[in-house]
């Protein structure tokens, strides 16, 4: 939502997601991954069995982009005790020279640059779940 120029605040979300049910125990099921970029006015498409290039194309037309992985997937120093979807995260830059991607993780409000590959190994959990946003 910032990429979006959206001001919230987290304690903001959170009760709207609870308040319309988008957040569980478990989390966030996929189709409510962008229920609240929704909500704050922002237009998202959700798509699955997405591509790099899908990625690429909307961050070059200044879109937000999430996607889905599987977060034991990515941190291979992680045990992955199971093959599930269980994280999203925003995507900020795609480098296909150096192979690598750059990502906003939620989970520790930093940017990490991940390889390529092991992106994709984690996104695919997700069936390669992707939503764009941008504003109205």
Same mark, same amino acid.
């Given at each position: ?33 962008? &229920? ?8 998202? +498409? ?15 037309? &200044? ?45 520790? +409000? ?15 959990? +997700?069936?390669?779940?992707?939503? +764009?946003?941008?504003?109205?």
């Amino acid at each position: 939502l910032n990429k979006l120029g959206i001001d919230t605040t987290v304690e903001e979300l959170f009760k709207v997601a609870k308040d319309n049910r988008w957040i569980r125990r478990a989390g966030v099921p996929l189709y409510c991954i962008g &229920n609240l970029i929704e909500y704050k006015g922002a237009v998202t +498409s959700r798509k699955y069995d997405a591509t790099i290039e899908d990625i690429m194309e909307a961050l070059n037309n &200044n879109h937000g982009v999430i996607t889905a992985v599987d977060c034991d997937k990515l941190y291979p120093d992680r045990p992955d005790e199971e093959d599930e979807t269980n994280h999203a995260i925003v995507v900020i830059k795609v480098d296909t020279d150096s192979k690598e991607i750059t990502l906003f993780d939620p989970e520790n +409000s930093s940017e990490v640059i991940i390889p390529l590959p092991l992106f994709i190994s984690a996104w695919k959990e +997700s069936r390669c779940f992707l939503v +764009s946003a941008k504003r109205q």
